[in-house]
C-alpha cells in the first residue's frame, strides 16, 4: 500500500518560516508528481504547489497565486519526498496542509496507479 506522510507543521507568527515534508513509502515504482494543497476552515481545497518528476525545484508555476514569492516547493526522488519552504507567512496561510502523490507502484508483478493523500498537518500563522 502506497501512503504519504506529511511532518513540519505548526504554530508561527506572521512574516516567520516553515518547512514542511511529505515522505512516500510502499511499493513504488515511479512518482510522477507531488503536491501540497491546503484547505482553511469554512473553504474548499487548493492547490499551493505541484512539482513533477522532471524538476527538483519550483518556484510555484503550477499553483496558488497568493503564495508565490513566498513558497517554493523541491522533491528528492531518493527520499520520495517533498518539502515545501514557506518564507513571510501571512495569517491568510493558516490551513490543514496535505500532500498529494501519484504515479505507479508494482504489486505482485503488475504495475498500478495509485493517488494518495496524506492525513495533513495543521499549520497556524498567528501572533
Known amino acids: 500500500q502506497v501512503q504519504v506522510v506529511e511532518s513540519g507543521g505548526g504554530l508561527v507568527q506572521p512574516g516567520e518560516s516553515l518547512r514542511l515534508s511529505c515522505a512516500a513509502s510502499?511499493?513504488?515504482?515511479?512518482?510522477?508528481?507531488m503536491g501540497w494543497y491546503r484547505q482553511a476552515p469554512g473553504k474548499e481545497r487548493e492547490l499551493v504547489a505541484r512539482?513533477?518528476?522532471?524538476?527538483?525545484?519550483?518556484?510555484?508555476?503550477n499553483g496558488s497565486d497568493s503564495v508565490k514569492g513566498r513558497f517554493t516547493i523541491s522533491r528528492d526522488d531518493a527520499k520520495k519526498s517533498v518539502y515545501l519552504q514557506m518564507n513571510n507567512m501571512l495569517p491568510e496561510d493558516t490551513a490543514v496542509y496535505y500532500c498529494?502523490?501519484?504515479?505507479?507502484?508494482?504489486?505482485?508483478?503488475?504495475?498500478?496507479?495509485?493517488?494518495?493523500w496524506g492525513q495533513g498537518t495543521q499549520v497556524t500563522v498567528s501572533s
Open positions: 510502499g511499493p513504488i515504482r515511479v512518482i510522477f508528481a
Open positions: 498529494h502523490a501519484d504515479g505507479n507502484a508494482y504489486i505482485r508483478h503488475t504495475v498500478i496507479p495509485f493517488d494518495v
Open positions: 512539482i513533477t518528476r522532471h524538476e527538483i525545484i519550483s518556484e510555484i508555476i
